[in-house]
């Protein structure tokens, strides 16, 4: 075996029940040398910004279809088995590791060792094996980064295989399809196979957080942004695609801890990552000037297409995906703060994307209600552009990130409330839709006026202003915001006619009702009583 390193390597090199071999291997190469690797190997070429241009083949975003768990001692009894989590076979599983094991011995093979979670009472060792030098690189940029003195007695905690060549055999191995990602939470490993998508390891690791940190460290993983402001108060941000989630959270008077998942432990929050992983379909610099100059030497874009005889990114070209994206370390932010961790949150802002035109563009929630918009998870999208096709529809994730949760969703709603009552902590359900109508009536709020708002709340300035409770949800809508025109914080006065807004409000509140009642017989008193409370 020919063994190249640039750090200090553990000497342990097992993933569960096997050991790995490789004809090749290259450990915990630097961005330069991944990229140079890469661009010998044909994985990729540099755009004239300096990035890395890469393609995903087949799969341009996850396949939850194809997403296991082991059901073995350990899970049968404690995973939200269903859809989301479909179950493995552990003897399938030990086959399926085993040709992977084999099929890497000839191999040339990219190791990275790095770990998630940024406070180190709550870190997780994490050991990835990749045959592509721009996923090693993914990874680098992913996931936290170890100095060289803490690779020493370096001991994994989790080990990822990731051989995107490698397809299964659906009829032999117990896959759905050749493509497939197997979380094993007995043995430690996670299996990716037959996808070029980078994002499942990145969301694998997040799933095996969700599962480990709730039930042994008490902690509340998160699929959300997180800033602090210049006083140290914390601000988490929760949001489906769409919601502005990436956009409201970069502000420039606050420091970014990160992007996408974080936890919430009794100190505080912390981020899981060590970088961003950003969409940037029609990324301008005037729309997103932080993730726009984040596109550099050390990023990898994933596929996007160039102008036409250039080395010039095309931003708006789709042809490929709509989901193309960019990975890059957390400190290509200028704003980002090391070690990302924030203390406990003051606010917690549920981002929402209402096509109904109906929630109110800010409201403050009870815990009870909290946890009730917190398993409700819930945005609109339009429906299409056909003419006179307008109907919204709704979104529900519970969660704000059902894909990646292995415990039942009213665990984490019961202890977002917890931690709420235990640190005074406000929620805000924060509606960046539509206002004066519906999707094809009404207008979007203006971003000015979501800013202004959410200022506001940071800032304190709702503490004592005047509330009064919206008649079909019950949450509390105030009367006044500076810089927002009073008009505009009561839905019901933006439409022309009332009526109909009461209406579709109830229609709203019905499609709530019959989402919740999957959660309900899990659900206690208190979450069951934050729903809407007319319609």
């Not at 790995?20 to 755009?47: K, Q």
């Not at 009461?502 to 934050?530: H, M, P, T, V």
Request: charged letters at 20%.
């Amino acid at each position: 075996m020919i063994f190249h390193e640039t750090m200090e390597a553990p000497a342990a090199e097992t993933a569960g029940n096997f050991a790995i071999t490789s004809a090749e291997r290259f450990d915990n190469l630097s961005p330069a040398e991944l990229i140079e690797h890469a661009i010998r190997n044909g994985e990729g070429e540099l755009a004239d910004c300096g990035a890395l241009v890469c393609d995903t083949g087949t799969f341009t975003g996850r396949s939850p279809k194809d997403r296991y768990i082991v059901k073995d001692d350990t899970t049968a009894d404690t995973i939200w088995w269903g859809d989301i989590n479909i179950p493995f076979d552990p003897a399938k599983f030990d086959a399926l590791h085993r040709k992977m094991v084999e099929f890497l011995a000839d191999k040339r093979v990219y190791v990275r060792y790095g770990y998630a979670g940024a406070h180190p009472d709550y870190r997780l060792n994490i050991q990835v094996y990749n045959t592509s030098a721009w996923h090693n690189l993914f990874c680098y940029n992913m996931f936290l980064r170890p100095k060289a003195e803490e690779l020493t007695n370096f001991k994994p905690d989790f080990t990822i295989i990731c051989i995107p060549e490698f397809k299964a055999n659906p009829a032999e191995d117990g896959t759905t399809n050749e493509n497939f990602a197997i979380l094993n939470l007995t043995q430690n490993v996670i299996l990716i196979g037959g996808t070029g998508y980078t994002g499942e390891m990145k969301k694998g690791i997040f799933s095996v957080l969700n599962y480990k940190l709730p039930a042994e460290r008490h902690t509340l993983s998160m699929h959300a942004s997180a800033n602090v402001g210049q006083n140290g108060d914390t601000a988490v941000f929760f949001g489906l695609s769409g919601t502005g989630k990436t956009t409201l959270s970069a502000d420039p008077n606050r420091k970014l801890i990160g992007d996408d998942e974080h936890g919430w432990a009794n100190e505080g929050v912390f981020n899981f990552e060590g970088g961003c992983y950003a969409k940037v379909i029609d990324l301008s610099a005037e729309k997103e000037p932080e993730i726009y100059h984040a596109v550099r030497f050390g990023a990898i874009l994933e596929n996007t297409k160039f102008h036409p005889g250039t080395r010039s990114v095309d931003y708006s070209n789709k042809s490929k995906t709509e989901n193309t994206r960019v990975s890059y370390p957390i400190h290509f932010i200028d704003n980002a703060l090391e070690p990302s961790v924030g203390g406990i949150p003051k606010n917690i802002f549920f981002l929402t994307a209402d096509a109904f035109g109906v929630l109110p563009p800010i409201a403050k929630l009870t815990p009870e209600q909290a946890m009730y918009h917190f398993i409700s998870g819930y945005t609109a999208k339009v429906a299409g552009t056909e003419v006179g096709i307008n109907e919204p529809k709704a979104t529900f994730s519970p969660c704000f990130g059902e894909a990646f949760l292995p415990l039942h969703p009213t665990q984490y709603a019961e202890m977002l409330g917890q931690k709420m009552s235990e640190n005074q902590t406000n929620v805000w359900l924060v509606n960046t839709g539509w206002t004066g109508g519906a999707y094809g009536t009404g207008q979007r709020i203006k971003l000015k006026y979501t800013r202004a708002m959410i200022t506001a709340a940071l800032n304190g300035e709702l503490e004592n202003v005047e509330y009064h409770n919206h008649p079909i949800f019950g949450v509390a809508v105030p009367r006044s915001c500076p810089n927002v025109p009073a008009e505009v914080l009561n839905p019901r006065d933006t439409w022309q006619d009332q009526n109909q807004y009461d209406e579709q409000a109830r229609k709203l509140a019905k499609l709530f009702r019959e989402n919740f009642d999957k959660y309900a017989d899990s659900a206690n008193e208190e979450i069951r009583s934050g729903g809407p409370i007319a319609g």
